[in-house]
């Protein structure tokens, strides 16, 4: 499952690709903690729309984002054959909601090309760059800024 | 081996200092609370050194020199008596007690360790 | 962690006891009831503190320590006569001790003037003069150094020469040098240390094999030193030894001459070493007779035997129960753990009811036993964290003291139960409340002595603090003997700010319960004892933050009791579970008054879209938990549902609609900060039997968010009946 570059410099790093709707995006290894199957949340009041609720992930309460809304797509259609991707985002943990693992990329951090301007500014706020890999546009998401910045307007 | 020192203060904060010290300079330590712990630890690991301090609750210092100094099977084990009294009459009185020698609180670890070398060969 | 850092931290723990011990024994002292032990104990604490303060160089302390010490010597040895005067001065230096340990441990300025004026009066108590040295550090050495000529020897050196000189030493050690642990060998080693020697040993004082005592000393030991090291250096050798044996230190200008006789240099004899080496610890040397033996072993078990007895006399006073050092951080995560078994343990019980399998005995059994053992270890595994409350009850002795001083008046502080455990985390959060309490017990409870006299009172006020544990929660108690709550100058203040109508019937406990409401302050100008006006409602906010509740009873003329009831953990919380549109919810059980169905006649519409609800004499408004959490769009019918009567921190009350109650029962509180952050309304979450995180109502701010608990003076009137 994994796809090798050229590595001329640079350092390799390791990024999990996932599906949401017809898009891939990808995280970098080491922020995620797991993977796991959807499990119904239980909604937070008052909370922005792409903060599903919470769920119990081993004793700890766990905030769910829906990443499809966050990017500004439609949300997800939240069902058993969704994934949960249990990333470490500062000192919290968190999920995030996605249609579908798809890959586990080894790439050179030199092969991040900046992210093109078509793109919203919704989605730009969180993709920091772009792989090509086999035709594939697989956008790198930025954890840091997922549950900050425009949090506090929906709030 | 190493050689066994067996301190006795009433004081956490002493012991864990003399331990640290002593157990620097190769020295395994055994600890007692007080006078009549520390007859109790001695008759269970019967140390090479003993370092003492005088002020205890249930049996002081001199209490337990003495003690120690009657039973024939602990004759010449050296007793060391910590003091932050450097006066003499109370170094008398540890002496009069049977007190080999005595160091003076505070104390640092290499005077410590060069006085206890000075009795435990 | 580095260690000194560590043993500094134990240090700075350990006077924490050291310093509880002091004010217990002091307060004693002053009340009588101490007695000789007491007093060792309360010199031992000020005595431990200057040690290990001297170990860290914390001269300041130190010093104060030292001149607190001597005076508390005096006591001891029965010179200084332990008058209410003298113990006054005392408590005031245990007091200002405690300061100097604080700022010792942050490393904080501190007021010299007030440490210089009591070491005035101490030094005064005890005797000394101005300019007597105050102790610093390591105090008056009598030991010379190195390189100081001192002249303490039988022989003057009259100067000390650059080259090295040679000096004759003559020993003969007594029987005691030996029994004290000191051996000839090592003297001599040490002197071989400061330069050259030779040895030698006269040994005609040694008698035949069968008349030698094994324990004498027969032998005299002369060295001739060459050293450029002082008589003193020399004479520092044999300081330990210098009563124990006969010892000249002559220098000699002309060399190594004088009687020899007999002259061997010491390993050649071989029974010279048996004489001069004592028995080892434990070990028998050789050349013991067996007369000796015999002799030994009569007396080993004698002291062994000695030992024993003085034992049991201490031990049957108090079995000091064997206790260790254990990291917090490890208690929590074991606390954390066993809520985790908790939750798993309930939801293992509903996944097994829901199986249908509960129904086989066997089952039903094992899950009922392993519920059992599962509250036992919670149980168990919090009373590790829980601590009694004597630290913080003697925390307010000391306050007392300070308010008596600082308001004329004679209050002392009664304490009991001391001994009650209370979980750490609550302990801490109760420091504050309980202190605005007492300074308001002082300052406004009891009276001055005159009017206590005209009252025909004692002139010296009391103020009791007790803790207890009562049905599953903590009750504490503040009650003074005072005057009683001056309930016409309440009520007058009440209605001057607005709070009651001036026309408003009130009962004697509602009158009472003024006090609790927020802007409410009796100090017409602020004391400066009580601080900034501090009320009773930041009192009992802080109170209700913990999960508990407060109440206050007052006898006109005979003192008020303030009554705090706390829950024995802040880990875990009692609450309804209730069902609120498809969600559950947890609503602290503290929190809720009634619960009850609604009657048609008693809902009212209120305005537009208000409505509220009869309760007892007056309305309170209802609220519709559903809707104002955003589970749904339209209000519920409340007659198809429950409310709940709620009371929030302001005294105010209120009543939500939710659609069932499900239980009561005791929930683990998870926190939703952590991987999350504040939200407004609910105070925490917890774990379902089914595994689903449920949310904890934070009844304050949601009543708060909802906008319509701004009260009426009726539903004020209301509320607090």
Redesign the interface.
Known sequence: MTEKNAAAGGSACEFIAFRIGAQEFCIDIMCVREIRGWTPATALPHAPSYVRGVINLRGSVLPIVDLAERLGFPPIEATAREVIIVVQVGGQIIGLLVDAVSDILTQSTENIQPTPEVATDLAKSFVRGVLAVDRRMIGLIELDSLMSAQVEKAA | MSITILTVD?????R??LK?ALTEAGYRVVQAVDG?HG??VL?QE???VIITDI?????DGFGFIE?V???????????LVLT?????EKK?IA?RA?????I????DSVKLVDVVR??A? | MD??A??RE??F??CEEQLGELEVGLVAMDEGEADS?TV??V??AV??I???A??F?LDRLVRFAHVFETALDLIRSEKLAPTSAVLKTMLHSADVLADLVKAARTDEPFDETRVESLIDELKGLTGQSRDASDGD???????PLDFQPVTLSIDDEPEPAPAATTYTIRMTPWPDL??????T??LLR?LARLGDVSTACDTRALPLLDALDP?GAYLTWRVELATARNAATIEEVF??VV??CELEIVPSRSGATGEAPQLSPIPEIGIAPVAAD?????ERSAGESRAQED??RC??P???Q??EK??PE?GKAEAAAPTIRVDLERVDRLINLVGELVINQAMLSQRVMEAGLARSSSVAAGLGALEQLTREIQEGVMAIRAQPVKPLFQRMSRIVRELTDATGKSVRLRTEGEATEVDRTVIERLADPLTHMIRNAVDHGVETPDVRAAAGKAAQGEVKLSAAHRSGRIIIEVSDDGAGIDRPRVRAIAVKKELIAPDAQLSDGEIDNLLFLPGFSTATSVSNISGRGVGMDVVKRSIQALGGRISIASRQGLGSTFSLSLPLTLAVLDGMVVKVADQTLVVPLTAIVETLRPKRSDVHALGLDARVISDRGGFVPLIDVGQELGYRKAAADPFAGVVLIVETEVSTRCALVVDAIHDQRQVVIKSLEANYRQVPGIAAATILGDGRVALILDIDTFVARTNRAAPTSETLLAATG
């Open positions: 009433d004081s956490r904060t002493m864990d200092m640290v009549l007859l109790e008759l019967a140390p090479r002020n205890m609750p249930k049996l003690r100094r009657e039973d024939q099977r602990f004759l010449g084990v050296p007793i932050t009294e450097s006066s003499a008398n002496r049977g007190a080999t020698g005595w003076v609180k505070p104390f000075r009795v060969a | 260690t000194m560590a043993i134990t240090f723990q350990e032990e060792n104990a010199f031992r005595h431990s200057k040690g290990g001297g170990a160089e550090k390591a105090g008056e050495q009598a030991e030996y029994r004290k642990g000191n051996e060998v090592r040490e324990e300081e330990f009563d124990d004592p028995v080892d610890s434990g002799e030994a007396q080993a004698r002291a062994a000695e030992a003085a034992r201490q």
